[in-house]
């Protein structure tokens, strides 16, 4: 048999707490955002006061927590890295018109010129169809046709009248091609060919191992603080009760040395022990408070000031799942191992690249 704490209730937290909204204010108002997550604002002793449940926080946590909202866009990168790696096999179509027209000058001295140019115009449209494939073949068809025009013209001796551009015979090609590429050693057969698609799957699923990490680290601390805020506002509960019992022994005291059934040294060890007393409770406040500033700052709330008190209570659980089991489900679902196991994937990705290189 197997003893946990009451944390074992943050692996079920945490699938609850994706399924809550977004917030995109980074000061959104208190009452509003407490609500939306099923917390309830109370005045006592003129300071707001949040009573909150393990899951609650969890749940606030993870959708507030400013680190998860920037590693989650590494993930979109990652995504669409894998759909530009995905689309290298599909085919494409290109559709290119270009128009070109050019004049090249003759010097020829007659009676009539002192010189002559000749040249072109011409339109060539084209359409080109390509499909690579994952065998590293890649088969292209190509259409394309060209209307081409002579022209000419003459510059006349002085006096004379230019004769202009003078269009000459037309020309006609039509051409349709096609060629397969075929690739010996280097980028040949599916497994080279596949190897950037492999990588970009490897690479997206590392990234979701990581938010993963994050998350359960995320979790981990909030846990251990909510409760150490438990055990914190015991130990001022319990400082208060002491430093109320010195009070009235001090009192009981004060009132047997006036009836002469006590030393003066007795009250004077009371009056101590009080001010031991007050020094805890000074110091277990004070632990209070730093608790909860630690809690709203990983509620992303550093801001706002309230208090937070939680209503859960450790509780002792009982496991009777043997303990192979148990480490097996550890490896099997423990993100550490698997982006270990991730990244060997990677590195033998790698070696294929450079085997194929």
Known sequence: MIRIRFVALVAAALVVARGAPLHAQQQPD???????????????????????????????????????KSIRFGETIAQSALRAASDRFTPTLT???????????????????????????????????????????????KYSERQANAISNSIPISGGADTGLVSGSKLNISALTGSVTVPFGQDSGRDFNAIPQRRAEAVLQGSKLTILQNQLTLVQSTASTYWDLVAAIENRSVQEDAVKLSEQLLQDNRQRLQAGVLSPFDVQVSETQLARDKQGLAAARADVLRIEDLARALLNLPSIDFQVRPVDRPQVHQISEPFPNLLKRVYDYSPDVRQLENQLKINSLDLRTAENG
């Open 95 to 141: 559709n290119t018109a270009d128009y070109n027209r050019t004049l090249v000058p003759t010097l020829s001295v007659t009676p009539s010129t002192i010189a002559n140019f000749s040249g072109t115009t011409g339109l060539t449209l084209s359409s080109q169809f390509t499909k690579p494939t994952e065998t590293g073949l890649s088969y292209s068809l």
């Open 30 to 68: 208190l009452e509003a955002l407490l609500k939306s997550y099923g917390f309830q604002l109370k005045q006592e002793d003129g300071r707001q006061v949040v009573d909150v449940t393990l899951k609650q926080v969890l749940q606030l946590a993870l959708e507030r927590n400013l680190t998860l």
